[in-house]
């Protein structure tokens, strides 16, 4: 058993709780909030334009070419392919894309950023693999149950979000998984068990993004955008 399917069965009651979540059931059914669907887009595209500077950094930390080239076709992936399933549920609430860029980070996505931040500057490449796997793991495995769950008819409202997820990201996980497994094939025992740490870390923290996108969770007190 390599590195990732190790953490990957560790995780396997929070991916199924991930998967068992309000929100993304709502998603199953097509049967969201307008107010849902516009909170969730507004921290995602906040939260991918973070991850896209941490695959900056990444790129910063890598040796061989190869991998550079991996990273910056990770970036373009986000750039100019997952806007589609934004776009989705932009289309069933009602509003443009454009109007949901720019708002403030709620608690839960202000935690998680500052979790693969914070991974990204103090750890090594391999430990910012393993924080940054969760992310496109969790949704391939959404998308792929949903298409065998639902089976959705592109009439269902959420059919272009589902069959992204459950395919064109399937991609970014393979890559990711690889580079993982490679490093922690090399990694001692107390960096590979940081790197199983922050990937059950950001599993976690994808579980309370959802349900922060559910609960349309905001700061006690409002707060101005912060900038990364």
Known sequence: MNFTEEVRREADGLFDAIYEHPFVRGIAEGKLEREQLIHYVKQDYEYLNAYMRIYGIAISKCTRREDIEMFNEQIGFILHSEVHPHQNFCTAAGVTYEQMQGYP???????????????????????????????????????????????????????????????????????????????????????????????????????LFWDMAYKQEEWPVPMRAAVF
Request: hydrophobic share 40%; aromatic share 10%.
């Open 105 to 207: 980070l709620a608690p839960s996505a202000h935690h998680y950023i500052k979790h693969m931040l914070t991974v990204a500057h103090e750890g090594s490449l391999g430990e910012m693999l393993a924080a940054l796997l969760p992310c496109p793991w969790t949704y391939l495995e959404i998308g792929q149950r949903l298409i065998e769950e639902v089976r959705p008819e592109p009439s269902h409202p959420f059919y272009d979000w589902i069959q992204f997820y459950g395919g064109l990201a399937g991609d970014t996980t393979v890559k990711l998984r690889k580079q993982v497994d490679l490093w922690a094939e090399e990694a001692g025992a107390a960096e590979r068990e940081r790197m199983k740490e922050h990937f059950m870390h950001s599993c976690q923290l994808e579980y």
